[in-house]
């Protein structure tokens, strides 16, 4: 299975943010030599291709660093060079994992999940949203390789990061042609919301089973609200912030519900040979080390449907 990371790309933070940077680099080294993963090093977006999905005016700002201080701060990082290498970088290594996911039926981005970015703005630690970005290039690709004629590609968004995806569902808002699904803790950040096609909101303190139960019933309403035109690819957001030790997430998951959620998702997916392309989402264990182990957990899981799909295993 196709693996694509861009932990190379460090964007420096100030002493004490938050942000848990080093996340992705350890994960990247607790899989190397995983028998089954193919490691890659995750190509840039151009401005071409973070276009489907943004505003010029943002792009052009981002790039040459002349968003408001209002706006950086909104993003959460302080500009550089770096943190627009880096996050061109992760909407690349989810359009590798896109395009892998296509012909092989499931790939992963390291990291990814930028779903606070909106058409025009950034937030929540999030520049580029790679989902958004992605699909669109999927359907574009889709388009040139298949014709006019042939119906196009259709997505579903599977966003199981604790935080509502409010850049990915503002993005989407008019276009039937992706379904967003949120499953989120309701009283958590973003404040102020966008309406999904499917929002599910969870309490403080939500434990595996009815967690389990909520998912299995969005899963089951995304696929009854989309049996006469079913999705061609999934982008599965794989957060690991509703497990009980996540310092932001306020949810209250275990290691094994969690792997548990992942083999759900990658089970009901393939059962309808769905290709998926996941991303890690966020993560803010107040031990990194749970966080990286958790995503492992996820990446396994991604790999055992990879297997499935190309009849490598039972």
Known sequence: MQVFSSDQFVLPLPAGHRFPMPKYRLLRERIEGEPGLRLREAPPASEGELALAHEPAYIAAVFEGTLSAAAQREIGFPWSQRMVERSRRSVGATIAAARAALAEGVAANLAGGTHHAGAGQGGGWCVFNDAAVAARLMQAEWHRRHGSAAPGLRVAVIDLDVHQGNGTAAIFRDDPSVFTLSLHGARNFPFRKEASDLDVELPDGCADAPYLAALDAALGELWARQRAAPPGLVFYLAGADPHEADRLGRLKLSADGLAERDRRVFAACRARRIPVAVSMAGGYGHD??????????????????????????P
């Open 288 to 313: 990194i080390g749970v966080t990286v182990e958790i995503q492992r957990r996820t990446l396994l899981e991604a790999l055992r449907s990879w297997k499935q799909w190309n009849n490598h295993a």
